[in-house]
């Protein structure tokens, strides 16, 4: 199955032309505030480099949010009018279960826990807690500061649970200058500056759709991070 992941949660827009979970050919700019500009350009790079047809495209996915707010409605759009055209299944996954495939990859069930933390900018972050011994699962009951919703940086750091583990995201970025005189009675967390790429957002939408080949349970809903959008 040929599917294309296109991921504009963040000021890089990255694209991917997938078959099953092999990434054929991937494109990614940093462009903020400009995936329209990108996007139709991107597909016929991809289709090109992957000597592949539009056509061939049997699935589609694109970011769930939150994230930038703008990018993401393009994104959205873009892979529902394609899917449209084609009659294929578009599915929205999010850039917190994206980073975290990403970051577990590498740290596997090493620590104790992980934080994905997204930029919501005005000075704040997004952020969803894992557990490492449960993958792809976010902490049940964690809520507020871990619900996905616009928090203070500081709030964050005084809510991680004990125990070693690590922060990944672009939302870091406003966490490091208040990492500083948090977390006195055991270690910092490790702070992992990473986007969510395509070629991860394509192998867990293909996954998903190998878990629910009838489509009956798919959400396409949008997440600001501030308010809920529909689509």
Do not use: W
Not at 20 to 37: I, K, N, Q, Y
Not at 49 to 78: D, N, Q
Not at 148 to 160: D, M, N
Not at 163 to 180: A, I, T, W
Request: with cysteine.
């Amino acid at each position: 199955m040929i599917h294309l992941a296109v991921e504009t949660s963040t000021e890089v827009v990255d694209i991917a032309l997938l078959e099953e979970d092999r990434v054929l050919s991937s494109l990614s700019v940093f462009r903020p505030g400009g995936a329209s500009e990108i996007l139709v350009r991107g597909l016929e790079t991809l289709l090109g480099m992957a000597g592949k047809k539009k056509e061939s495209i049997a699935l589609l996915s694109s970011s769930a949010g939150p994230g930038t707010y703008t990018s993401i409605r393009v994104g959205h759009l873009f892979c529902k009018g394609l899917a449209f055209a084609l009659g294929i299944p578009h599915l929205t996954i999010s850039p917190f279960l994206v980073l975290f495939e990403q970051a577990f990859a590498v740290a596997g069930k090493e620590e104790d826990f992980l934080v994905v933390v997204l930029d919501a900018r005005r000075g704040e972050v997004n952020a969803c807690l894992f557990d490492s011994a449960n993958p792809g699962l976010p902490v049940c009951g964690s809520g507020d500061p871990f619900s996905g919703s616009a928090v203070s940086p500081g709030k964050i750091l005084e809510s991680l649970p004990h125990g070693k583990g690590r922060l990944v995201g672009p939302g870091v970025v406003h966490l490091g200058k208040d990492l500083s005189g948090q977390r006195t009675d055991h270690a910092a967390p490790l702070l992992v500056h990473d986007f969510p790429r395509a070629g991860t957002m394509g192998r867990l939408a293909f996954r998903s759709l190998k878990e629910r080949p009838d489509g009956s349970s798919y959400d396409t809903r949008l997440l600001y991070g501030r308010d809920s959008v529909i689509s």
